[in-house]
């Protein structure tokens, strides 16, 4: 009898990191280059149920275990800013970013210029071209970013482009196996990066966040619901215990 | 419930989003103000499974991990530098920049604050003064009896004297680039200070090297689209009502479980 309860409860935890899933999805509801996670779950049977007193040989219990989050690397809307600076990727393709612990990924395009004029992301870090970080002259205006990714800007009154770098696109094999970091980025993990060839940048738009608000919601509901379910059924399963040990030790009179 | 605090760090997000965008909306006739856009990351993973962790003795390896994410934070919130549309008030001594470049202002401590906004007037002495009174640099006085004052798209400044049926050049208004002008820090009354993040301050001629030019008799508005600004708006309310449902949701979830076994 208590397989019904230790069973309830696994699904309870996993639905409750499913919740936590899908709350961190919401609040990124609004950050560039957001990927929403998916929960996926797997039965895991568990060899011979101990209290199983049915006929017939020992059955396995079906228990639930969250095999993983799955993330969804759909395409975010894109969102005209005309900021110069601001480049979103159309394709499957990441920019390479330069940190302190080494290169890492990103797909938020919102950057902007440090003091010494390199690209950078909202946190510092150093876009990288294909040979190195971008850098602008002081006095470059104009810039502009072609859709492969060359810079060009016309330097003080000249009139013809100058080239600043192409920006580095990077494709994986397997963009499941990149690892979240948070502050935007990616590292490898046991992905394979690659240049990209397919991917097109554009000027002056954002990726925003691939969140779709109304699809979170209804799983929010669907995982309330489901939890609540499993907490009237572990009461039942509770309360039919509690009866049974009552009315089996109970003394006739 | 992680859910609980995860949902808490969306709604903090948002409310600065919308803080950021009534901003914008409050400066939508302010003259050179330049709008501020709210960015976001995402937090740091907690890994419960590994993504490539082996999974088995045979070397097994997981396609995918269980990577739970902690909320949001703000990173930032960048200007847009991007230009803000002239218009035309017929005042001599309004002044626009079309392109690259701040007007140089002289503090009354000394030190220089950088503006867009180019409503100048005259003081008692006959300089060029902002609205709160400090000096255009490089700083021009304005003969008492001139009239005609005139600024090319250079920045020189020239006045006709009585007696004269020429023109006189009396100084030239300089203009100021940073590499970096989106880090440059605002202090209010339309005005920037340098930061190290601007990098610091080259002073150049207007209409050369990559500098804007002046226009007289203009003035460039803020460069906020009310439109996107209201969308982005309508954006961040719904989102942050989503938050404060992932919260009720994750109560309800919590409830539950505290009503067990009364």
Redesign the interface.
């Known amino acids: 009898m208590q397989n019904a309860l230790l069973i309830g409860l696994a699904r309870?935890v996993t639905?409750?990191?499913q919740?936590?899933?899908?709350?961190?999805n919401?609040?990124?509801?609004?950050?560039?280059g957001?990927k929403a996670?998916r929960s996926?779950f797997e039965e895991y049977l568990n060899s011979g149920a101990r209290e199983d007193n049915f006929i017939g040989s020992d059955r396995r219990v079906s228990y639930v275990q969250?095999?993983?989050?799955?993330?969804d690397v759909s395409q975010g809307p894109m969102e005209q800013?005309?900021?110069?600076l601001d480049v979103a990727i159309s394709g499957d393709a990441y920019f390479a970013v330069q940190t302190a612990g080494g290169e890492r990924y990103t797909r938020?395009g919102?950057f902007?210029?440090?003091?010494?004029?390199q690209l950078v992301t909202?946190?510092g870090n150093p876009v990288l071209g294909n040979a190195g970080p971008i850098t602008?002259q002081?006095?470059?205006?104009d810039i502009n970013i072609a859709p492969d990714g060359t810079v060009t800007v016309?330097?003080?009154?000249g009139k013809a482009d100058s080239i600043r770098g192409k920006i580095r696109l990077v494709a994986f094999d397997?963009p499941?196996?990149l690892?979240?970091?948070?502050?935007?980025l990616y590292g490898t993990?046991?992905a394979t990066a690659q240049a990209d060839t397919k991917s097109t940048v554009q000027q002056g738009f954002v990726e925003k966040s691939n969140v779709n608000?109304v699809a979170?919601?209804s799983r929010?509901?669907e995982?309330?619901r489901a939890?609540?379910q499993l907490?009237?059924l572990?009461?039942q399963q509770?309360d039919l215990h509690k009866s049974a040990i009552e009315k089996l030790a109970d003394v006739p009179a | 419930?992680?859910?609980?605090h995860?949902?808490a760090?969306?709604m903090a997000?948002?409310e600065l989003?919308v803080q950021v965008i009534s901003n914008n909306i409050a400066n939508l006739r302010t003259t050179g103000f330049k709008k501020q856009?709210?960015?976001?990351?995402?937090?740091?993973?907690e890994?419960?499974?590994?993504?490539?962790a082996q999974s088995s003795d045979q070397g097994t390896?997981?396609?995918?991990?269980?990577?739970?994410?902690?909320?949001?934070k703000t990173?930032?919130t960048?200007r847009?530098?991007?230009q803000g549309t002239l218009s035309q008030t017929g005042n001599d001594l309004d002044l626009a920049v079309s392109?690259?470049g701040f007007f140089k202002i002289l503090q009354p401590d000394g030190s220089y604050q950088y503006t867009r906004d180019g409503t100048f007037q005259m003081d008692n002495q006959g300089r060029i003064v902002t609205a709160q009174g400090n000096p255009v640099q490089p700083t021009i006085t304005i003969p008492n009896n001139a009239s005609g004052i005139s600024v090319s798209m250079q920045g020189q400044v020239s006045v006709t004297l009585p007696g004269s049926t020429s023109s006189t050049i009396i100084g030239q208004i300089g203009v100021t680039?940073f590499?970096?002008k989106?880090?440059l820090q605002p202090v209010g009354n339309n005005q920037f200070t340098e930061t190290?993040?601007?990098?610091a301050p080259?002073d150049g001629t207007a209409n050369?090297?990559?500098y804007g030019h002046i226009t007289q008799g203009s003035l460039e508005q803020a460069n906020v689209d009310v439109v996107s600004e209201m969308s982005d708006l309508i954006?961040?309310q719904?989102?942050y009502e989503?938050?404060a449902?992932?919260i009720s949701?994750?109560d309800?979830?919590m409830q539950?479980?505290t009503?067990?076994?009364r």
């Open positions: 309870q639905l409750e990191r919740m936590d899933t899908i709350a961190n919401v609040a990124n509801a609004n950050t560039n957001f996670d996926l969250d095999r993983g989050t799955f993330r800013t005309k900021s110069p938020d919102k902007s210029m440090n003091n010494v004029g909202s946190d602008f002081p006095t470059d205006h016309l330097e003080g009154s397997n499941q196996r690892e979240k970091l948070g502050f935007n993990g046991r608000s979170e919601m929010m509901l995982v309330t939890y609540t907490s009237t572990l009461q509770s | 419930m992680q859910a609980l995860t949902a760090t969306g997000a948002q989003n856009t709210a960015a976001f990351q995402d937090l740091i993973y890994h419960i499974r590994r993504v490539g390896i997981l396609p995918v991990g269980v990577d739970i994410g902690g909320g949001v990173v930032g960048p847009s530098m991007t392109g690259e680039r590499i970096n989106a880090g190290p993040s601007s990098g080259q050369s090297e990559g954006a961040a719904r989102a989503m938050n449902k992932v949701a994750a309800q979830m539950s479980t009503a067990l076994f």
